[in-house]
């Protein structure tokens, strides 16, 4: 006899069929917390693997490559963490031919246009600045997932770092 399956949402359903997992580190726990729970207020509990810096990342990836587990389909990465900051992680993650096709992006508090040069030249997708309310924590998810599944387009470097200027 089978079990009975009852899916809380069709996102949830589709989320699970195609695997979607986005893996994102932060060293603030109250901001894991908030993006696991934006996720999990949009229907998508499942789809975040949250670590607390890049060096956590990489390990993640090793042991998914090692036990030969799909990657994530994205990568977030904060800019400003200990051990292995954003920018060091994505140099690290461009750098390893098992992981220099997962999209990447940088999630970070800073307006910095030097950092973002930075992170476009090592091959981020785009740089995106931190929400400030929940309401944005909650399209962040959704934007994010909304790519996974090519629905989504971050905007271009340039259009960010000129939005700044």
């Known amino acids: 006899m089978r079990p009975l399956i009852i899916y809380h949402s069709e996102r949830f359903r589709l989320a699970m069929e195609q695997r979607v997992k986005i893996l994102l580190a932060d060293d603030d ?29 990489l390990e993640v990836l ?3 490559r090692d036990n ?10 904060d800019l400003n963490m200990p051990r292995l900051s954003g920018t060091e992680a994505l140099r690290e993650l461009k750098n390893i031919i098992a ?15 030097i950092e973002m040069h930075e992170c476009k030249q090592l091959g ?27 629905k989504h387009a971050f905007p271009e470097f340039n259009t960010v770092i000129n939005s700044l200027r």
Do not use: W
């Open 29 to 57: 726990p109250e901001d894991r917390f908030i993006m696991q729970d934006a996720f999990s207020t949009i229907g998508l509990p499942d789809v975040p693997m949250l670590v607390e810096d890049g060096e956590k990342a």
């Open 62 to 64: 090793a042991c998914m």
């Open 68 to 77: 030969g587990e799909d990657f994530p389909s994205l990568i977030v990465l």
């Open 99 to 113: 992981y220099r096709d997962i999209p990447a992006i940088i999630f970070s508090s800073s307006f910095n246009v």
């Open 124 to 150: 981020a997708l785009a740089y995106m600045v931190k929400p400030f309310t929940y309401d944005e924590y909650l399209l962040s998810a959704q934007h994010f997932y909304d790519f996974c599944m090519k």
